[in-house]
C-alpha cells in the first residue's frame, strides 16, 4: 500500500512539473518576442499585460510577427503578438485594472489590418483601416482562430496571389485597449506606403485584450505598424 502511495504522488508531482514546464514555455515564448520587438521599436511597455504565469491548462495558441532590425521592402514592416487563453477563473479576475478605451467587436470598430496590400482586395466594403471618432485601433480579429469556423478567401482566379482565411470571431467579444499612439517609432528607417484612410495613424502602436464570456476565453495582443 505504501509503495502504491509513492508512487501515485510521483506521477501527480510528475504531471504537474510537466505542466509547469510547458506554462513557463509559453512565457518564455512572450519574453523573448518581447526583446525581440523592443530591438526594433522605441515605445516599451507593449507587453506589459501579458500573463507573467500561464498554465498549460489554460493555453490554447499564439501567432507571433516580430521583425528584425533589417528592412525588406517587399514586405510590410509590422509587428504583432496574440495569445489565446481558456479563463480558468471568473472572467471578471481578466478585466484590466486601467484601460484607455473598450467597446464590443464589430464592424463599426477602428479596426486595424495590417496586410496593407492585400486587405483592400478581401475588404470590399472599405470597412478597415478607416479611422474613427472618439476612437483607439484594434487587430483585425477575424485572422485569429477561435475554434469557431472560418470562411477561405482565395482570389487566384483573379489574378491576384491572394489564399486567406477568415475566422469566425465570438459575437460578444469585448475589447479593451490598455495603450495605444500614433507615430513613427521603428528603429529603422523606411519609406512604405499605408492607407490614406488611416490619417494620423498610418503608423503607431496598440496593445490590450479580448475578452469572451460566452466561450470563457481571453486573447492578450500587441500589435504595432
Given amino acids: 500500500m505504501r509503495l502504491k502511495i509513492i508512487i501515485v504522488c510521483f506521477l501527480f508531482m510528475a504531471l504537474n512539473s510537466c505542466d509547469n514546464f510547458l506554462g513557463k514555455r509559453y512565457v518564455k515564448e512572450v519574453k523573448q518576442s518581447k526583446r525581440d520587438f523592443e530591438n526594433c521599436y522605441q515605445v516599451k511597455g507593449l507587453f506589459n499585460h501579458f500573463p507573467e504565469s500561464i498554465s498549460n491548462n489554460s493555453f490554447i495558441r499564439y501567432i507571433s510577427r516580430i521583425p528584425s532590425n533589417t528592412f525588406d521592402s517587399e514586405s510590410v514592416y509590422s509587428a504583432g503578438f496574440m495569445m489565446l487563453l481558456d479563463m480558468v477563473e471568473d472572467s471578471e479576475n481578466y478585466h484590466p485594472q486601467t484601460y484607455i478605451y473598450k467597446t464590443n467587436y464589430s464592424n463599426l470598430n477602428f479596426v486595424l489590418d495590417d496586410s496593407f496590400y492585400y486587405y483592400q482586395y478581401s ?3 472599405k470597412i478597415r483601416n478607416i479611422v474613427q471618432p472618439d476612437a483607439y485601433p484594434i487587430p483585425y480579429f477575424e485572422r485569429f482562430d477561435f475554434d469557431l469556423g472560418f470562411e477561405r478567401i482565395d482570389l487566384r482566379d483573379t489574378g491576384i496571389t491572394l489564399i486567406r482565411d ?8 469585448e475589447v479593451y485597449v490598455v495603450k495605444a499612439g500614433h507615430g513613427n517609432f521603428w528603429k529603422t528607417e523606411f519609406e512604405q506606403e499605408r492607407p ?30
Fill in 196 to 225: 490614406e484612410t488611416l490619417g494620423d495613424w498610418k503608423n503607431g502602436y496598440s496593445s490590450g485584450v479580448a475578452i469572451s464570456k460566452e466561450l470563457n476565453k481571453i486573447v492578450y495582443w500587441m500589435m504595432a505598424w
Fill in 123 to 125: 475588404d470590399t466594403l
Fill in 166 to 173: 477568415k475566422h469566425n470571431v465570438p459575437e460578444d467579444l
